[in-house]
DNA sequence: TATTCCTGTCCTG
DNA sequence: CAGGACAGGAATA
C-alpha cells in the first residue's frame, strides 16, 4: 500500500495542502477549507495510507515560499501521475518561466501536436501540482483567463505576482 | 458578439 | 467499442 504524508499551512492565496510519496510530491492543492483539501486529497488517493506530517522534512515551508514568490524555482523532487501525453504537456509548462504566459495553440505546438489544442486544455486541467506545475501560465490565445483547477482569481494573482517580480 | 464546426484525449457504460 | 465532456480556436454572419 502506498505511502502518502501531507501537511496544511497558509500562504497568500489561501490555504495550501502539499503531500508526498517517497517518490516526492505528488499534489499540491489551494483553497478557502484545509478539511476540504484533505477530503480531497484522499479522493484522489483512494487506495493509499494517508497521514499528516505538519512539517515532513521542511517541505512544507518550501512549498509555502514558493508558492509566495514563485519566481524562484522549487528544488523538490516531483511524483508526476499522468499518461504519457499529460507528462508531455507537463514537461513543456516547466519551459516557461515565471512572468511569462503561453496560449494553449502555442503549447500543443510545442510538443508537436499543433491541433491537439482541446487536448492540451485538458492535460492542464489534470494537473494537481499547483504552482510547481505552472498550469496558471497557460492562458487563452485571445488574452482571456480562461479556467483554472483553483479558482480563476488565484490564477490571475499568480500571475499578477510573477509579472511585478 | 454568437453560432457552428473541428479537434485529441480521457472517462464511462 | 461508442458516446460525451472539455480550462481551445478559427471561420462565419
Same mark, same amino acid.
Given at each position: 500500500?502506498?505511502?502518502?504524508?501531507?501537511?496544511?499551512?497558509?500562504?497568500?492565496?489561501?490555504?495550501?495542502?502539499?503531500?508526498?510519496?517517497?517518490?516526492?510530491?505528488? $499534489?499540491?492543492?489551494?483553497?478557502?477549507?484545509?478539511?476540504?483539501?484533505?477530503?480531497? *486529497?484522499?479522493?484522489?488517493?483512494?487506495?493509499?495510507?494517508?497521514?499528516?506530517?505538519?512539517?515532513?522534512?521542511?517541505?512544507?515551508?518550501?512549498?509555502? $515560499?514558493?508558492?509566495?514568490?514563485?519566481?524562484?524555482?522549487?528544488?523538490?523532487?516531483?511524483? *508526476?501521475?499522468?499518461?504519457?501525453?499529460?507528462?508531455?504537456?507537463?514537461?513543456?509548462?516547466?519551459?516557461?518561466?515565471?512572468?511569462?504566459?503561453?496560449?494553449?495553440?502555442?503549447? $500543443?505546438?510545442?510538443?508537436?501536436?499543433?491541433?491537439?489544442?482541446?487536448?492540451?486544455?485538458? $492535460?492542464?486541467?489534470?494537473?494537481?501540482?499547483?504552482?510547481?506545475?505552472?498550469?496558471?501560465?497557460?492562458?487563452?490565445?485571445?488574452?482571456?483567463?480562461?479556467?483554472?483547477?483553483?479558482?480563476?482569481?488565484?490564477?490571475?494573482?499568480?500571475?499578477?505576482?510573477?509579472?511585478?517580480?
Amino acid at each position: 500500500m502506498e505511502h502518502i504524508r501531507f501537511g496544511v499551512a497558509t500562504c497568500e492565496l489561501g490555504w495550501v495542502l502539499a503531500a508526498a510519496t517517497d517518490r516526492g510530491l505528488c $499534489a499540491i492543492e489551494l483553497g478557502d477549507d484545509p478539511a476540504a483539501l484533505e477530503a480531497r *486529497l484522499r479522493a484522489q488517493f483512494l487506495d493509499a495510507h494517508i497521514v499528516r506530517d505538519p512539517d515532513f522534512g521542511h517541505w512544507m515551508e518550501q512549498v509555502v $515560499a514558493f508558492l509566495n514568490a514563485p519566481q524562484r524555482a522549487l528544488s523538490l523532487p516531483l511524483d *508526476l501521475r499522468g499518461t504519457a501525453f499529460q507528462r508531455r504537456v507537463w514537461a513543456a509548462l516547466r519551459e516557461v518561466q515565471a512572468g511569462e504566459t503561453v496560449s494553449y495553440a502555442e503549447l $500543443a505546438a510545442r510538443i508537436g501536436k499543433p491541433s491537439a489544442v482541446r487536448a492540451v486544455a485538458g $492535460a492542464c486541467a489534470a494537473n494537481h501540482l499547483a504552482v510547481a506545475i505552472p498550469c496558471h501560465r497557460v492562458v487563452r490565445k485571445n488574452g482571456d483567463l480562461s479556467g483554472y483547477r483553483w479558482g480563476v482569481e488565484r490564477k490571475r494573482r499568480l500571475l499578477e505576482k510573477e509579472r511585478n517580480g
